[in-house]
DNA sequence: CTAGGGTGTTACCGGTCTGTAACTTTCAGA
DNA sequence: TCTGAAAGTTACAGACCGGTAACACCCTAG
């Protein structure tokens, strides 16, 4: 029955999709939840069935978004199988592209921005899914035979996110532009230890 | 809470500073206009007899906090006259400083994070002061005899911003503590060619 | 002393926000 | 065809938002 079109599919995943879409164009404060669900071709009721409040959807939302971000790793493990190397510069290509096809940086380091709450329940998560970000680039440095694969992780995680930053501040010809020649020379500078 | 109001001064040099702390603290839509106007022992009426609008008061505070910015670079001057390269090590102990005792990142980011709207009357004032910074950034490294001068600028602008917001995802625990450390050798690598 | 500008106070406007209640409609499965 | 759950609709509550009007007050310059 539903095998039809993503547009038709229960009102739980419109919702989420929509949201997420949402929340990175405008932002978490810029966008209410009548706003998704009439974009989502719902209503507020319905949004309350599925999510017992908008924190909640956040944090679904975040959840999801870091979940697609997952899939991107494992197609480098598809698309280079056993070559962390080789995947290391597939990532350093994919950020690239994200910095200049997309102004409004990472959801999760927007969200940490816009939720200033130290409790709110949605930081907790935010933290939580950027450490298995980062175990996963710190784990993909060591597997690539990098000595000192933290101290690289790190680094071009700073560098990743201050692009993604950056890019919002003053637009992808800023700093952001020679990120790959930054990131690049770094992981020769690295492998040459 | 602790709002600290400076008690003998203007009601408008009294706004501006409380609204800078707490749009530090809470962020820029998470502040009312009554809530600073409170804080600073004032009025509403008389912050709208100052600043024509919410939004041209987040300008004023966003230029402040530059100002305040500017100033640091004329300490570090006065600190190693003459002496470039001390003070480029000035900035990243000061960088280091601010990642420690600070968790709400940049004014000049968050703002930028927050208001989505691509013409938004501050989005052109957050550019412009972030330019300034990167050009005072890439002069220090020039004059300091560095070759490149405008990549090591560049990087290091990455990884401060990164190490930013990095604060504001996982804490001053993560990444961002190696900042000091990924500067420094940056910075050697850049004068040892 | 007095005039007047800066300031404080109160009330209000229209709008938006999250979240809920009560009811009706739709639609798939037995 | 009947049934029951999911989804849609309308209305509303209570709070907060940016911004304005009208008026009372205070304090200093003249």
Redesign the pocket.
């Known amino acids: 029955?539903t095998d039809g079109v993503a547009e038709r599919s229960?009102?739980?995943d419109r919702i989420l999709e929509t949201a997420q879409d949402m929340f990175h164009k405008h932002g978490i404060?810029g966008?209410?939840?009548?706003?998704i669900t009439e974009a989502a071709?719902?209503?507020?009721?319905?949004l309350?069935?599925?999510f017992?409040?908008?924190?909640e959807?956040i944090i679904e939302c975040l959840r999801a978004t870091a979940a697609k971000g997952a899939a991107v790793w494992d197609e480098f493990e598809a698309e280079h199988p056993g070559d962390k190397l080789a995947q290391l510069h597939a990532w350093v290509r994919k950020v690239a592209d994200m910095l200049a096809s997309d102004s409004r940086g990472c959801d999760m380091a927007n969200a940490a921005v816009e939720l200033t709450e130290t409790d709110h329940p949605a930081r907790r998560v935010i933290k939580e899914l950027k450490e298995a970000q980062r175990d996963r680039l710190v784990s993909l440095c060591r597997d690539a035979g990098i000595g000192q694969a933290e101290l690289l992780a790190d680094t071009l995680s700073l560098l990743f996110e201050g692009a993604r930053v950056s890019v919002q501040t003053v637009g992808s010809e800023g700093p952001s532009a020679q990120f790959v020649r930054m990131a690049e020379s770094l992981i020769a500078s690295f492998r040459a230890r």
């Open positions: 029955m229960r009102p739980r404060k966008v209410g939840v009548d706003a071709g719902t209503n507020k009721m319905t309350y069935r599925h017992e409040s908008k924190d959807l």
